[in-house]
Nanobody, 116 residues
Framework: VRLVESGGGSVPTGGSLRLTCAASGSIFSVFAPQDWGWYRQAPGNQRELVAQISSTKTTNYAASVKDRFTISRDNSRKIVWLQMNSLKPEDTAVYYC????????WGQGTQVTVSS
């Protein structure tokens, strides 16, 4: 199973981006029961969990992104999205996705850069 993140880019403060995580090689019965999360890592910082979605689509967010980010999933397509609105410079980081309880090898991530 390989995790492929995409959708990052450079935006000004207040902009929006939609990140996509595709679990290639994963079969539905592996992807669907898992809780998935979006993480980010800024230079010099540890990787942090910013959003998570359970197998029943219950969501939870870090305080720093709550009400600005929305996580969603499509089990049939084995995809997890992260809609990011009202972006701030402090959201600048490389963003990754992974299973919460049975993490896979990390993907390459996708760079998000927010300019002030």
């Amino acid at each position: 199973v390989r995790l492929v993140e995409s959708g990052g880019g450079s935006v000004p403060t207040g902009g929006s981006l939609r990140l996509t995580c595709a679990a290639s090689g994963s079969i539905f019965s592996v992807f669907a029961p898992q809780d998935w999360g979006w993480y980010r890592q800024a230079p010099g910082n540890q990787r942090e969990l910013v959003a998570q979605i359970s197998s029943t689509k219950t969501t939870n967010y870090a305080a720093s992104v709550k009400d600005r980010f929305t996580i969603s999933r499509d089990n049939s397509r084995k995809i997890v999205w992260l809609q990011m609105n009202s972006l701030k410079p402090e959201d600048t980081a490389v963003y990754y996705c992974n299973s919460l309880k049975e993490p896979l090898d990390w993907g390459q991530g996708t760079q998000v850069t927010v300019s002030s």
